[in-house]
């Protein structure tokens, strides 16, 4: 009903992990209820850090991949209108557009995000021209834009689904615009994207391979070593030091998310990702024992030596400065 839910009765719990879990819990239940979001320890970034995400190696490669693509497929643009390939379709810019679509490197390995836009559109292609021949004009294609536009939440399951829906809802906006058909245009500008991105793709000559990779896990590396020497330190300030274990978690799973991403492209590019799953591993096992040290100092107010002795063997391992607490 919308009230308050009021003070909530403290657990009682004997192992420090369990009563961890309930501090945590009652946290988020008192934060949540004041409705106060900047006690909710989220990610903080400084204008530094932006910069030196976006100039850093992801960023510039990025750029010069997106730079290439779009050079590339809007040159071939322009010849093919110039030399009249499209007739009487003038919407040049899908070409570069679409290049410059399929460089994000969010949707997927980039193998599979090209065959899935391959397949998308000329599956959808192919459909439009199918419902063009026998819908009335332009009432059917009202109808047939406004049923592709509810189609789209259901497609997002998948990218080959969502090309082939977008393409349907694309080509009957352009011919109840009053233009004509344009479904084997659109289909040898997808299948020409396609190819210049796959062949940018894997050039070799675009900065250093596994650059992503190796910032990810210098990122990853850099927030746990902050949350641990906060942890060793043996500081009071256990806000600051949920929001580095925040930060360190947060890192990790990014750079999870990027070797997958590495490990699920063709083999030139996948073997840039080999190694990476282990330090990765090594990484969650120094944090897990970070959290497991924060855990123990929270409840006792003492470092646990069994945990010093893991940390100084991970840390080492990770060829990382070996741990020194504050205290014996």
């Not at 058909?181 to 000559?205: D, F, K, M, N, Y």
């Not at 991403?261 to 996948?270: N, V």
Request: overall charge positive.
């Amino acid at each position: 009903n919308g009230a308050p839910t009021g003070p909530l009765p403290a657990p009682t719990r004997s192992a420090p992990g369990l009563r961890a879990l309930d501090d945590a819990l009652l946290y988020a239940a008192e934060a949540f209820d004041r409705a106060d979001s900047r006690r909710l320890h989220g990610r903080r970034r400084t204008r530094t850090a932006v910069l030196r995400t976006v100039l850093g190696a992801r960023g510039r490669e990025y750029g010069m991949r997106v730079a290439l693509c779009f050079g590339v497929s809007a040159a071939v643009a322009q010849a093919l209108h110039h030399a009249r390939w499209y007739g009487q379709h003038e919407h040049w810019y899908w070409l570069p557009a679409t290049a410059v679509f399929l460089v994000k490197p969010d949707l997927g390995p980039l193998a599979s995000r090209v065959l899935s836009r391959a397949a998308g559109t000329v599956l959808g292609a192919l459909l439009f021209a199918g419902f063009a021949a026998v819908l009335p004009r332009p009432e059917g294609l009202v109808v047939l834009v406004t049923v592709c536009g509810a189609l789209i939440p259901l497609a997002t399951r998948h990218f080959a689904a969502q090309t082939a829906v977008v393409t349907v809802l694309v080509l009957a906006l352009v011919m109840a615009g009053g233009e004509p058909q344009a479904s084997l245009a659109r289909i040898g500008e997808t299948l020409l994207a396609c190819a210049i991105v796959l062949v940018v793709g894997h050039l070799p000559t675009l900065g250093r391979r596994g650059d992503a990779i190796r910032a990810r896990l210098a990122e990853a590396s850099g927030a746990a070593r902050e949350y641990l020497a906060h942890v060793l330190s043996e500081s009071e300030d256990r806000e600051a030091r949920w929001a580095l274990r925040r930060e360190a978690y947060r890192t990790l799973a990014e750079a999870r998310a990027a070797i997958a991403l590495a490990s699920a492209e063709l083999p030139p590019l996948a073997r840039h990702a080999d190694g990476a799953d282990e330090i990765a591993t090594t990484l969650e096992r120094l944090v897990d024992t970070t959290t497991a040290c924060a855990v123990h100092l929270d409840d006792t107010g003492t470092l646990d030596p069994t945990h010093l002795h893991r940390l100084t063997h991970l840390a080492t391992d990770l060829h990382l400065p070996v741990p020194t607490a504050t205290t014996p």
